[in-house]
């Protein structure tokens, strides 16, 4: 259950922002979520209590963007195990909640397995299983936060290399902050810490139709960083590139496959596709538990369609933007047929560097990126 719970944010809690945090109040577990759908209007949080009501806040992207999916679908599966529920039937709903974002389903398997594990050497102690499942969740969690300090620092070193001695002005799309993350993010991080530094000296912010996560949620990052940053439309890129107004794209991913393809949130190809013909880096951050080497390229990778109403209507926060409910301001005809997918692909040969917490590699190849995947492996 999750909405009778809904409580407004305590505003100081909320100076560093916390996407999603597991708490044991008396009447039992929950895994608390700031609402994404509510941002920037209201700062909200809800209150997951059992995997069904977690199913549908990533469904309705309450909760969202992939390291993020990765962690959540790991506590969902601790707080099943812990709340005494199926534990092999939460981790199959969790894992199909969503189809892009490996992570999801890399957060799930790990919290399953732990489970599982600790169920045989247990004999079917059920307590002890349930605390090896919550400690592998916080451990995903944990993780997610060092990779992301890591991107971080690798990604400014790669700016450093490709564009010497600049203040930057970065494009981005969609959103990569702290509210997709157990930390600061992925490729906002790496703008995070250029600003820090005071080598920022724009954020560009692609708008990202049709549910505006770099509009809503990315602008609300920035403006709380006290970054300088500007939103646009998503078509308005293309003059802005030519305008020479952008250094670097810097984006996220969902999933990428073994040759270096990138699903990330749809418009993040044609940005590929623009910055090469205008001769600026597209760069992509994402931690290695982005890398799916069981799907050989983009072609093998689900990409997520959602409804239509998405694209026919303009969501209006705080109405539950994407919440399925068709509660935006309607800009079609009644009845308008869309076209929704909710991501894209960029082939390997459009982008300068894939950066994860282990490193970088430039240019994309299928060898370079098994490569830092091994180094997650070897520890
Ligand atoms: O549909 P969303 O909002 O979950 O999509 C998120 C993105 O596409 C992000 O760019 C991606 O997850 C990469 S980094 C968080």
């Known amino acids: 259950m999750a909405d009778q719970y809904a409580r407004p944010s305590d505003a100081a809690a909320l100076s560093a922002v916390s996407p999603l945090r597991w708490e044991e109040p008396p009447e039992g577990p929950v895994i608390v979520l700031l ?114 300090a890591r991107m971080a620092e690798h990604g400014v070193a790669l700016l450093e290399e490709l564009l010497p001695g600049g203040g930057y002005r970065i494009l981005t799309h969609c959103n990569t902050g702290a509210l997709v993350s157990g930390g600061q993010g992925t490729a906002f991080a790496v703008a995070g810490a250029l600003h820090g530094a005071g080598r920022l000296r724009r954020l560009w912010v692609d708008e990202t139709r049709p549910l505006l996560q770099g509009a809503r949620l990315t602008a609300y990052e920035a403006a709380r960083a006290g970054m300088a940053y500007t939103v646009l439309t998503d078509s308005a890129a293309g003059s802005l590139f030519a305008a020479g107004e952008v250094d670097a794209v810097l984006v996220g991913a969902d999933r990428i496959a073994a040759d270096g393809s990138v699903a990330n949130k749809v418009g993040s190809y044609p940005l590929a596709v623009l910055a090469r013909y205008h001769h600026i880096p597209f760069v992509v951050v994402a931690p290695s538990t982005t890398v799916d080497l069981g799907s050989e390229g983009g072609a093998d990778i689900e990409v997520e369609q959602r409804p239509g109403h998405e694209v026919t209507e303009i969501p209006v926060p705080p109405q539950a933007a994407g919440a399925g409910t068709g509660a935006g301001v309607p800009v079609a005809p009644l009845g308008a047929q869309a076209y929704n997918p909710a991501f894209d692909i960029t082939p390997p040969e459009l982008m300068t560097a894939i950066v994860t917490e282990n490193g970088v590699v430039s240019p994309v190849t299928k060898a370079g990126l098994a490569e830092l995947c091994d180094r997650s492996r070897s520890g």
């Open 35 to 148: 609402d994404q759908r509510r941002l920037p209007a209201e700062e909200v949080e809800l209150v997951c209590t059992d995997v069904p009501a977690l199913v549908d806040a990533i469904q309705t992207l309450a909760v969202r963007g992939a390291p993020l999916l990765g962690v959540a679908g790991a506590y969902g599966v601790a707080l099943a195990a812990v709340r005494g529920f199926d534990v092999e039937e939460a981790a199959e709903m969790l894992a199909r909640a969503r189809p892009t974002a490996v992570n999801l389903a890399y957060g799930v398997a790990r919290v399953r397995d732990a489970h599982r594990a600790a169920v045989r050497k247990g004999g079917g102690d059920g307590r002890a299983a349930a605390a090896a499942a919550l400690a592998e969740a916080r451990a995903v969690h944990r993780e997610d936060a060092e990779a992301s």
